[in-house]
């Protein structure tokens, strides 16, 4: 379809993206003090007067990037193919779906965002609900994925504790290539986690997916 | 004993630590961009030119810093009374202490320094090696602790499972308080890991201790 051809509405939409998407990347890439307004606008090919039109300081924009990026990542677990099977392979299947929602350039974009909020009362108050936000949803998503009943205190806190080491794995891979060992170590939590909990039962999961 | 009394030497290495415990206490509280030479200097209550003379730059500052630090932090753990008993209330009480070795104002501090470093690869490359150093002597502190054998790969992946969940809990603490949650992961992920590795002997971690 030529350029021309494109509704101005989806033309904006599809520019909106590009911009949210290159926020992140640079977040991830070159951290929070080159991550200027005028680094992003730069880096995405658009005048940097545009930007300011829609995101009038680097921090709206930054959350807007982060809320874009988070909706993604949920969808994306949305849209992860029922893993089949059952027992230790369908759980290990889960955990390395949710390691890899949790982790990557997002990560590493939220990390930047999280430090310097960590000595910003002003950001840390409007990043701590886009973050909670985004951890039930990924909560809610692995008892659904996983096919059990997480109104047992016991199944919730194991799930809650599969997602903070699936964050503690993404913080490791940060400064270096973590993924061999890695593999290894959710291999290892996979294995205890389809021990501890009660068989997850795939038909049931899969009734539950939408 | 009066201030006159106390021998120069020593002075000066107390001193020493004073400006070193500061530079981690300004990172974890008003992050990288505040934590200047100059403003740690003056938290401490020393002349910026007394500082200079030793650290030359921020980042020499902030890397001696870290590992005093981390060196600390190690000998707590190895100061660590016996916890005592077995199963699964011995290994709670040992991912209790390891939970605690790894999160706080430390994993804050450091965590200001991870995340410069991941857009600076000079200061990454000083970063890398004294974290792992870090990780190797807790991973090694935790084995001892646990009086199990890591050359059996499966209770090497499960160890180091729970040194990344204990980053993930770190992590989660940055930016609220997340004290009660954690007490409820750590319950789960102890009885998990009781079950999973082979008894502990506390025999064997006493007589392995020094």
Redesign the interface.
Known sequence: MADGAVPKQDRSRATRRHLLETAIRCLA??????STVGFIAAEAGISRGAVQHHFRTREALILAALEHMFAERAALLDALPDPGGSGPERVHAVVTGLVDAIGGELF?AA??V???????PEL?SA??PL?RHFARGVHHRAVRLLGVDDTD??VR??I??T???????A??D???DDSR?RA??V???SN??A??LPAADPAEAGADRR
């Open positions: 890439n070159h951290g929070w003090e080159t590493r990390l930047q999280w430090t310097v909020a960590a000595a910003e840390r990043v701590v973050e205190p016991a806190a194991l809650q504790a997602l903070d080491l699936a964050r503690g794995l913080l490791a940060v400064l270096t060992r290894g170590v291999r290892a939590w205890q986690l021990a501890a």
